[in-house]
Antibody, heavy 115, light 110 residues
Framework: QVQLVESGGGVVQPGGSLILSCAVS????????MHWVRQAPGKGLEWVAV????????YYAESVKGRFTISRDLSKNSLYLQLNSLKTEDTAVYFC????????WGQGTMVTVSS | NFMLTQPHSVSESPGKTVSISCTRS????????VQWYQQRPGTAPTTVIY?????PSGVPDRFSGSIDGSSNSASLTISGLKTEDEADYYC?????????FGTGTKVSVL
């Protein structure tokens, strides 16, 4: 049974940092590419970043490029998103999702950027 | 990059059929697969259509997807509407390692 569980969200001041985690069970991260997707309160879905199944390719949305870093740890079968230089507009629920067609999603973790 | 534009909302009565359009602003809609996701309030999205027209197991055949090169758009059609279909729906596609979600459509079942 596939399960994706995000954690690490919270309240952080503008300019601060946070690390989000996504623990995966039911398949190996070396099998599928993995994404982070976010949703601001009352807004639509926004793709944030992807890491390829082999781990060598990483791509980012323009809105987060240079501030966010996607990574993974195969030994823990976990995906991560390092969020730096946070802005108020980064406030959102952050979801991890698997595969090129986003076939499985986690429940999301809330990040609030506020002074 | 490109955008995917959807109508803000659609509404119809139970048992009827609705179609949601998803228009790609640049590049060919036929060049990359389109997926559709359903999101009920307070929950994560789930896939209802992938690779333009394929349904994941467990998704009823009331849901169907298609693409139209002439209008450079994709469509999600829900037939035999049920109250449980009331949700937000998003299309999604990609190009040059950039993934894009549509603007989202709220489906109301009156």
């Amino acid at each position: 049974q596939v399960q994706l569980v995000e954690s690490g969200g919270g309240v952080v001041q503008p300019g601060g940092s946070l690390i989000l985690s996504c623990a995966v069970s039911g398949f190996s991260l070396s099998t599928y590419g993995m994404h982070w997707v976010r949703q601001a309160p009352g807004k639509g879905l926004e793709w944030v970043a992807v890491i390829s199944y082999e781990g060598s390719k990483k791509y980012y949305a323009e809105s987060v490029k240079g501030r966010f870093t996607i990574s993974r740890d195969l030994s823990k079968n976990s995906l991560y998103l390092q969020l730096n230089s946070l802005k108020t507009e980064d406030t959102a629920v952050y979801f991890c999702a698997s595969g090129g067609t986003f076939n499985f999603w986690g429940q999301g973790t809330m990040v609030t950027v506020s002074s | 990059n490109f955008m995917l534009t959807q109508p803000h909302s659609v509404s119809e009565s139970p048992g009827k059929t609705v179609s949601i359009s998803c228009t790609r602003s640049s590049g060919s809609v036929a060049g990359n697969y389109v997926q559709w996701y359903q999101q009920r309030p307070g929950t994560a999205p789930t896939t209802v259509i992938y690779e333009n027209h394929r349904r994941p197991s467990g998704v009823p055949d009331r849901f169907s997807g298609s693409i139209d090169g002439s209008s450079n758009s994709a469509s999600l059609t829900i037939s035999g509407l049920k109250t449980e279909d009331e949700a937000d729906y998003y299309c999604q596609s990609y190009d040059s390692s950039s993934y894009v979600f549509g603007t989202g459509t709220k489906v109301s079942v009156l």
